[in-house]
């Protein structure tokens, strides 16, 4: 007779310990069953004493309370251990982004902020220049529109860029993946 063979007829007494005596570690719960009825550790022995102790039920039920009080202190601490993991990430992506508005490197924390000034600025030097422009002599007013337009295409390209950047970098230091409306527009499941 082996673990397996003993399992239902333990079940049938304490269900938690006749399943873990089924199971892989099925020799170390029939020591426990064991020990707790006073026999010797074999399936033979601890199937004899389950036909014969009129008390091996009352036994088994003690056995099978003090098991689950395991279980759920071993998954208390499990849990312990994964909120304190997740705790830990997240205060590690806290410093992360403390750290980088912290920046005290003037070009990488304000490159970006130039281009945007630099657009500004540009945007009102153009329309001074318009001004002038048209002034001075109206019939050059369709070449430097096309300048003008070729100016704000360009700029507003590159601080659309810089900001999206900014955006995903944001984004990716608090653990979250950007969305575009490119990716929206793959990833979507089709209809059937």
Same mark, same amino acid.
């Given at each position: 007779?082996? #673990?397996?063979n003993?399992?239902? @007829?333990?079940?049938?007494?304490a *269900?938690?310990?006749?399943?873990? /005596? &089924?199971? !892989?570690?099925?020799?170390?719960?029939?020591?426990? =069953?064991?020990?707790?009825?006073?026999?010797?550790?074999? !399936?033979?022995?601890?199937?004899?004493? %389950?036909?014969?102790? *009129?008390?091996?039920? =009352?036994?088994?039920?003690? /056995?099978?309370t003090?098991?689950?009080?395991?279980?759920?202190?071993?998954?208390t601490?499990?849990q312990?251990?994964?909120?304190?993991a997740?705790?830990?990430?997240?205060?590690? $992506?806290?410093? @992360?982004?403390?750290s980088?508005l912290?920046?005290?490197?003037?070009?990488?924390?304000?490159?970006?902020?130039?281009?945007g000034?630099?657009m500004?600025?540009s945007f009102? #030097?153009?329309s001074?220049m318009l001004?002038?422009? $048209?002034?001075?002599? !109206?019939?050059?007013?369709a070449?430097?529109?096309?300048? $003008?337009?070729? %100016?704000? =295409?360009?700029?507003?390209?590159? /601080?659309?860029?810089? $900001?999206?950047?900014v955006?995903?970098?944001?984004?990716?230091?608090?653990?979250?993946? *950007?969305?575009?409306?490119?990716?929206?527009?793959? @990833?979507r !499941?089709? &209809?059937?």
């Amino acid at each position: 007779m082996n #673990w397996t063979n003993i399992a239902n @007829t333990v079940a049938s007494m304490a *269900p938690t310990v006749g399943q873990a /005596l &089924a199971g !892989p570690a099925g020799h170390l719960v029939g020591q426990a =069953v064991s020990r707790i009825l006073g026999v010797e550790n074999t !399936p033979d022995a601890i199937h004899e004493a %389950l036909k014969t102790d *009129p008390a091996a039920a =009352v036994k088994l039920a003690e /056995l099978e309370t003090q098991l689950k009080q395991s279980t759920l202190e071993h998954d208390t601490r499990r849990q312990e251990i994964e909120h304190g993991a997740r705790t830990d990430q997240l205060k590690s $992506i806290n410093t @992360t982004m403390q750290s980088e508005l912290s920046s005290t490197d003037g070009f990488k924390s304000r490159w970006r902020s130039a281009i945007g000034w630099t657009m500004a600025l540009s945007f009102g #030097w153009i329309s001074v220049m318009l001004g002038v422009a $048209i002034i001075l002599d !109206p019939s050059q007013l369709a070449e430097v529109m096309d300048g $003008i337009v070729m %100016l704000i =295409v360009s700029m507003g390209a590159v /601080l659309g860029v810089n $900001i999206r950047q900014v955006s995903v970098e944001r984004m990716a230091s608090m653990g979250q993946r *950007p969305h575009s409306l490119m990716s929206s527009i793959l @990833t979507r !499941p089709r &209809a059937g």
